[in-house]
């Protein structure tokens, strides 16, 4: 399995089901640079694995409140991701923004809390599928994306809008992340 083609989407189940919560400030966004599990020593927005019988918001709302001690309000859902990778793990996350929080972001053992400008994202120190969906989620443009790795680097993606469908394909020997 090396593209989003060779999947059938429709009877694919995760092993995993997770999210990711972004707090938007003005011209700022809350990441993290993530300090175990999945992704360790990249920068990302907060979030995790949804605990048995939780809904992915409150699921959301939890690992903020974990990662970060703050609580986040005015949260709307932005969009969902499906990622297979060929060593067989398979997540599906939902991902949402928040436009307030209470408290002030403090790092702890699962995260360092990292404010940057819209338009200052390092995409470099992060998954190579971000630089795809979250300006998306920047412009509150709802998505669905579909994507493929090998280890940190992306074979290949699908992602839908309301009405764009984008489709890139990476050579396979390119270097990438997630």
């Known amino acids: 399995m090396k593209t989003v083609n060779d999947i059938d989407w429709t009877r694919w189940e995760p092993q995993q089901r997770a999210t990711l919560l972004f707090v938007i400030e003005g011209n700022r966004v809350l990441l993290i640079h993530k300090k175990r599990g999945l992704g360790a020593g990249k920068i990302n927005g907060p979030g995790g694995r949804l605990e048995p019988g ?7 709302v939890r690992e903020v409140q974990e990662e970060l001690c703050i609580t986040t ?7 969902e991701l499906s990622f ?10 939902t991902v949402f923004r928040a436009a307030s929080y209470d408290g002030e972001p403090q790092e702890t053992d699962e995260a360092i809390p990292l404010w940057t400008d ?4 390092p995409y470099d120190r992060m998954w190579t599928d971000d630089r795809y969906w979250i300006p998306l989620m920047l412009n509150h443009t ?23 469908v984008s489709r890139s394909r990476r050579p396979l020997s390119s270097a990438g992340g997630r």
């Open 118 to 121: 819209l338009d200052k994202i």
């Open 84 to 93: 297979q990778f060929v060593d067989g793990l398979s997540i599906h996350c």
């Open 142 to 164: 709802r998505f669905k994306g579909w994507f493929i790795f090998d280890g940190e680097r992306m074979l290949d993606h699908l992602l839908e809008t309301s009405s764009i």
């Open 54 to 60: 939780e809904t992915p918001l409150a699921a959301a």
């Open 73 to 79: 309000g005015d949260i709307t859902y932005s969009g």
